[in-house]
């Protein structure tokens, strides 16, 4: 019964912004991870941002100081700020979190269903 849904996206002008949202549903123990992939026609999925346990986030160099990834962990949402978007941000931007059932349990990944972002003129 555990579901990523996503929300957001849409379609924007290059140096415009977007917020992606992921929400956990279902009951779960705890969330060891999240992270935020893209894929843009006919290229592999990439790992566009992710956050730890700890709080510790990365991103990738081509994301660096225009996007934010942020987690509020009280209703087990991830979220995604994207400012200064670019034509080659275009893609199918999906959520991805590990998850435990219990404390017990190792941490298990799933997907969201993915949503279309586009930058163009």
């Known amino acids: 019964q555990v579901q990523l849904v996503q929300s957001g996206g849409g379609s924007v002008q290059p140096g415009g912004s977007l917020e992606l949202s992921c929400a956990v549903s279902g009951y779960i123990s705890s969330i060891c991870d999240m992270a935020w992939y893209r894929q843009a026609p006919g290229q592999e999925r990439e790992l566009v941002s992710g956050?730890?346990?700890?709080?510790?986030?990365n991103y990738t160099d081509s994301v660096k100081g225009r996007f934010t990834i942020s987690q509020d962990n009280t209703v087990k949402t991830l979220m995604l700020t994207m400012s200064r978007l670019k034509i080659e941000d275009t893609a199918v931007y999906y959520c991805?979190?590990?998850?435990?059932?219990?404390?017990?349990?190792?941490?298990?990944?799933?997907w969201g269903q993915g949503t279309q972002v586009t930058v163009s003129s």
């Open positions: 991805a979190a590990r998850l435990k059932s219990r404390r017990w349990t190792p941490c298990l990944k799933y």
């Open positions: 956050i730890s346990s700890d709080g510790t986030t």
